[in-house]
């Protein structure tokens, strides 16, 4: 008995099958820009509560280290590192030691599935929780150098350099806490990695280079917050050389958008895991 195919059959309301072109299109891509505001908007939303205390502890911190400093140093080329560093310590607690810990805790407890079921680019997150917790370093490093001014009688004038040194030191400084965050295996090992980085930025930042060994100086150079450490120092005095500023934000850039780049590439590694 042959079976007749029920397409075949007259007056038939079985649907024919369409053709695979006439399959209905997917919606388009999230574009990065408004999938970054969003990440943004949310990451500070989110850590506006719980990062304020301890933005508060990484100022009285970084001033606790400067009335330390006083007591040794009088003025001169190295009150302006102290102070520069300083300031930059409170990028470094928060942009990477809050940011390598944040992430960690978030592979660890499965948070990348949440993010990754999201119809965004993966730099979009990685970028927008960067902003958001660089974002928190603004008031704290305000505060931090104008008191340090204050202490070491440095002149004021050329503040408004920390408007370029706060964006571009706390991109280099968050994409590398980022990356360990992601990288690390365990979130404990996380935590560790991100406390020896803000020590490394303490010391080696904090401290004139001056006063430090010849291997060690070599280790500070390859610290993403030196140059704005450098950059911010040079703006103290008299008649400063802008092109070395200029210089030293540019490399601190460069070393941004790379340090962003592998915590970008990190992410993607730890979301399909």
């Known amino acids: 008995m042959s079976v007749v195919p029920a397409e075949a059959l007259p007056g038939s309301a079985l649907p024919v099958a369409e ?23 949310a990451q500070l ?4 509560v719980a990062r304020i205390p301890l933005l508060f502890v990484a100022t009285v911190q970084s001033v606790g280290i400067m009335v330390m400093m006083r007591g040794v140093v009088d003025g001169g080329g190295e009150a302006r590192s102290i102070v520069a560093g300083a300031s930059v310590l409170v990028v470094a607690f928060v942009g990477l030691n809050l ?3 944040y992430f960690g805790q978030l592979r660890a407890g ?13 730099a979009a997150v990685v970028l927008g929780a960067a902003g958001a917790y660089a974002s928190f370093t603004v008031p704290g490093t305000v505060v931090t150098a104008v008191v340090g001014c204050v202490l070491f009688g440095l002149p004021m004038a050329h503040l408004w350099v920390l408007v370029a040194v706060i964006p571009l030191a706390g991109a280099a400084l968050a994409g590398l806490g980022a990356a360990l965050g992601l990288l690390a295996p365990r979130p404990e090992l996380a935590t560790l990695l991100g406390q020896l980085g803000m020590s490394a930025a303490l010391l080696l930042g904090v401290l004139p280079a001056d ?41 601190c850039a460069g070393v941004g958008v790379a340090s962003l780049a592998v915590a970008t ?4 590694r730890a979301a399909v895991r």
Do not use: I, K, N
Not at 224 to 249: I, K, M, N, Q
């Open 19 to 41: 053709d695979a072109g006439d399959a209905a299109e997917l919606g388009p891509r999230a574009r990065l820009w408004p999938s970054l505001a969003a990440m943004y908007r």
């Open 45 to 48: 939303s989110r850590a506006r």
């Open 99 to 101: 940011l390598a810990q």
């Open 110 to 122: 499965g948070g990348l599935d949440h993010y990754a079921t999201l119809p965004v680019p993966p």
């Open 211 to 251: 006063r430090l060994p010849t291997m060690v100086q070599y280790g500070r150079d390859l610290l993403p917050s030196t140059y704005g450490v450098e950059a911010f120092a040079r703006s103290f005095g008299a008649h400063p050389d802008w092109a070395f500023v200029a210089g030293d934000l540019a490399v």
């Open 265 to 268: 590439w990190a992410y993607r």
